[in-house]
């Protein structure tokens, strides 16, 4: 594997978000110009004058990454420059405040892979409440307490946001299934027009789990059927990850801090079954379990 | 050759023969005819740019910062909300040291809403570190294009301008203009050549970030860079006259100012006005004259110093206001003025604000009230021509 990101960048231990560039990075190789908006993965890997990128990086703002990416586009289309074009950023970023953004670069069909890596909240700000962030989840904005489980709003469906845009390539992927994620970046990149591929990417600090779990959980995701992993062509569902023994959603939710108000408090039950729920209808719309 | 056209027309004809790479813009009132024309002269394949119709003002120039991190020449254009919207963008523009040249067809801010002329949107933006350029009339606002190119693109520069046009008054005149010969504006402006491009055969880190160690040195260099702009735009407005024959002062110019004992001094198509004003009361043998603010990032310390020297007294007009301390011209001008020799009375006047018309009797009530002030300052700044029955 080729590593694009180097080492010495100030990510925390055990987070996705590293793992999901190098992935990434493998996937498009060299010849890639990456565009990124504010948040972690812009402050841990460029510290001026440091940088951990070993392809051509541009950070401008927490909002505009899918119209600084719309501009660099349109100048490789006129020199006729074959070279792969990324966005990676954050679900506050993709999900929220740059969605004005990523609606407008979609709608104009620039060719361009979007990949947010999805921790499901505000983590570089100190966990706060995202769009993304799932029902009943501890942040600091949402936190418990006597008349609070947590964030009382389900998670945004932005791939189905990217699909009502007509965007010819959507895909969710995880970090514990790399040579998935290596695919569908790849698959994209030969797109001509905009892809977008979230990826779950569980963030140590703001889930708070073991130190060395964070592909276990991410692929309890999967395999609890919270996270899909599915893959669009032209609007059309072409790939489903099938599940053979779906787990239930307390293996999920029990090894992180940000679900464990749910195991203590007396109407945590309910809470869970209604997680339980929302994964069994993921396992119903997508077939997930033959 | 001499044409009659709309204002509009001829910034965008001036616009087309800088040649941008990427042209960017989002509608709005009195912008958008500027950008109308651009894309005709790009359907019309008169114009060989990527344009891009975008999602908001922030959009817009936001593409332009990745395409100008690909080496592009970018222009933009906006006005009033667009230009507010555009806020975050101009720093991270001005920071990232690029040569965008945006035109500003001057507009009111709202609340209440207005569409009408003043300078508020671009005086509010005095400190995103951008150059401004105030031009006085469509032909200016013309040539002040492919200088604005030149200046931004300097290597010893690198820093966003924004040329700016009273809306209404400048955008949709129909005026007769020397449009630019293409041909002269490429032996004047040279193709833009940036040292740092997104190349993955050398790969580079744009807008890194950059804690209290290192921060404020960025900052120390942009404000070096527009110290040094100070010299440029004035050899630049002298090669444009040597090619072009036209000159307009560079970063001021002066109108019946040398033996003036009243000095009106302000910014963009008030000028026009002003000097019929001073021409009917030089007539009647009244010592007025006007300097007028060509530059106002950087600000022109020493030449407004060296032109307003011997002046009796100084009436600042201009179409913005701060609510809360005056008015941006005329705090900038008494702060350049205070540790120097001159000590000479100045009062100022926010007018023309969201699109009221300032006759040649307002300029003459501003010079009555200058000349009293100069026997001693009743008032320093107030709202010219108030209309205190409706308050």
Redesign the interface.
Known sequence: MQNLLAPGHRACAGCAMPTTIKLVLDAAGPNTIVVSPTGCLEVTTTPFPESAWCVPWVHSLFENAAAVASGVEVMLKRRCQDTNLVVIGGDGSTFDIGMGSNSGMFERGHKITYVCYDNEAYMNTGVQRSGSTPFCVHTTTTPTGLRSLGNPRPKKDMPAIALAHKVPYVATASVAYPVDLRKKVKRSLDVNGPSYIQVNAPCITGWTFEAGTTIEIARLAVETGLWPLLEWVDGELINVKKIRRPKPVEEYLKIQGRYKHLFKKPDGADAIKEIQLMADANIAKYNLVD | MMKVVEGSYAVAHAVMCCSP??V?AYPITPQTHIVEHLSQLVADGELDS?F?T???E??AL???????????RCYSSTTSQGLALMY??LY?VSG?RMPVVMTVANRALGAPLNIWNDQQDSIGARDVGWLQIYAENVQEAVDATPQAYKIAEDPDILTPIMVCMDGFILTHVYEPVELLDSEKVKSFLPPFKPADI???AN?????????PT?YTEFRYQQFEAQERALAKIEQVAKEFQETFGRYYGGLIDTYQSEDAEVVIVTMGSVIGTIKDAIDQMRAEGKKVGLVKVRSYRPFPVQALRKALKDAHVIAVVEKDVSIGMEAGLLTDLKSAFYNSQIRTPIIGFAAGLGGRDITIKDIRSIVEKAYAASKGIEFEFEFLALRKEIL
């Open positions: 790479d990427v960017s990527e891009l975008v999602d908001s922030f959009t936001s593409v332009l910062v990745g395409s100008s991190a690909m080496g592009a975050e963008v991270n990232l997104l190349d993955p790969p580079k880190t744009f807008g890194a970030f950059a804690d290192t």
